[in-house]
Structure formats: C-alpha cells, structure tokens
C-alpha cells in the first residue's frame, strides 16, 4: 500500500534548539541565553531565554518559532502569552522557549534559578527596581 504525501523528520534537540536559535537572530531578539537542561532535569534538554523590546515584538518572536517548527514537520510547538506578550512561553518539547520584555525578565530572573549568572541583566534590575 502506497503512502500519499512525504513524512517528515524529526529534529534531534540540537536541530530544534538551532533552528530556534537561528530564528531568535533573524528576529533581533535580546540577550539570547541557553541552558542545557541534559544534567538538570527531564523537562527538556534545552531552555532558551531571550528578550523582545516590547510586548508586540515578543509576541511576533514567538509567533515566528512557533511557524518555523511547522515549516520544519515539528508542528507540536505550542506558545502561551502572546495575548499579553510581556512574557511567552513557547514549548517546543525539548525547547524550552522564555520570551520576555525586558522588565520582566528583570523582575524574574529565571536564569538565576538555573544556576546562570547574567550581569546585564543584574544591572539592568537594578535600575528598574
């Protein structure tokens, strides 16, 4: 029996995390931060945490991840907050996607809870708060 259409493949995690990389520069986005997640939990391999200068460029930069993984057969991906767009979450199974405006990534400081040190943000906190 003869199978219509073409099966797509599946990227392994450091496609997926290159892929959303790649998108995050074409995006201009801020302040890109990675973390291999491999040692640290079995939530996903990788977390990328990044900002957009306001909320409607946060939103866009999730919204291009999101067509970028369909444009390339992994259309699980899923982005939560882009109605707000001061904090998107965008899971793409083992990327993990944080797009922030810069206030409040100051104000969460995820990375911290991860164990990265990011002095740009310490100093940007600091001003706002």
């Known amino acids: 029996m003869a199978t219509i259409g073409t099966a797509k493949k599946t990227l392994t995690p450091g496609e997926?995390?290159?892929?959303?990389?790649?998108?995050?520069?074409?995006?201009?986005?801020?302040?890109?931060?990675?973390?291999?997640l491999t040692d640290k939990t079995s939530?996903?391999?990788?977390?990328i945490i990044a900002t957009g200068s306001s909320s409607r460029r946060v939103a866009s930069m999730a919204e291009h991840i999101v067509e970028?993984?369909?444009?390339?057969?992994?259309?699980?991906?899923?982005?939560?907050?882009?109605?707000?767009g001061d904090w998107v979450l965008v899971d793409a199974g083992d990327v993990i996607?944080?797009?922030?405006?810069?206030e409040v990534r100051a104000f969460y400081n995820?990375?911290?809870?991860?164990?990265?040190e990011n002095p740009a943000l310490k100093q940007q906190a600091a001003r706002l708060y």
């Open 16 to 36: 997926l995390l290159a892929l959303i990389q790649s998108t995050l520069e074409d995006d201009k986005a801020e302040d890109l931060v990675t973390i291999d």
């Open 43 to 47: 939530l996903a391999d990788h977390m």
């Open 110 to 116: 995820i990375e911290q809870m991860w164990g990265v």
């Open 68 to 84: 970028k993984l369909k444009d390339a057969g992994q259309g699980r991906a899923m982005a939560e907050g882009k109605e707000q």
């Open 97 to 102: 996607v944080h797009l922030f405006r810069p």
